[in-house]
């Protein structure tokens, strides 16, 4: 029996999805990262202590979001750094527990997939 693999016009159709979608998710990293360095100043000198110390705790709320935001996105993206690696090496699309291909409808919905649903509901 041969190798379990995509073809090679399948692995170059994966790579074109996944690099569109590391060009968009590294824009959005770096938007977010920048809401992160910028320095929000409203102008609040003037307005009740109390009223600025509820602003600011809302503000710093939003910067953890924004924070968690940030690593989530860091994550996804090596996740498909990581899949072009698996496309250059012709492992991409295999399931690392069950070593069987991953549906195509699955990996066009998540591109940096590493297992098949059967073996992702057999972890939950």
Do not use: W
């Amino acid at each position: 029996m041969g190798e379990i693999r995509y073809s090679e016009q399948d692995l170059a159709d994966f790579k074109a999805l996944i690099e569109k979608k590391l060009i968009t998710a590294r824009i959005d990293y770096e938007e977010l990262v920048n809401t992160l360095k910028y320095k929000d100043d409203n102008g609040t000198d003037d307005t009740l202590h109390s009223f600025k110390m509820m602003e600011e705790g809302a503000a710093t709320l939003s910067r953890e979001e924004v924070g968690q935001l940030a690593i989530r996105q860091e994550k996804f993206i090596k996740n498909l750094e990581n899949a072009l690696i698996r496309i250059s090496n012709k492992t991409y699309g295999v399931c690392r527990v069950t070593g069987k291909l991953i549906p195509k409808e699955r990996l066009m919905a998540v591109p940096h997939a590493t297992l098949s649903i059967e073996a992702k509901e057999a972890q939950d």
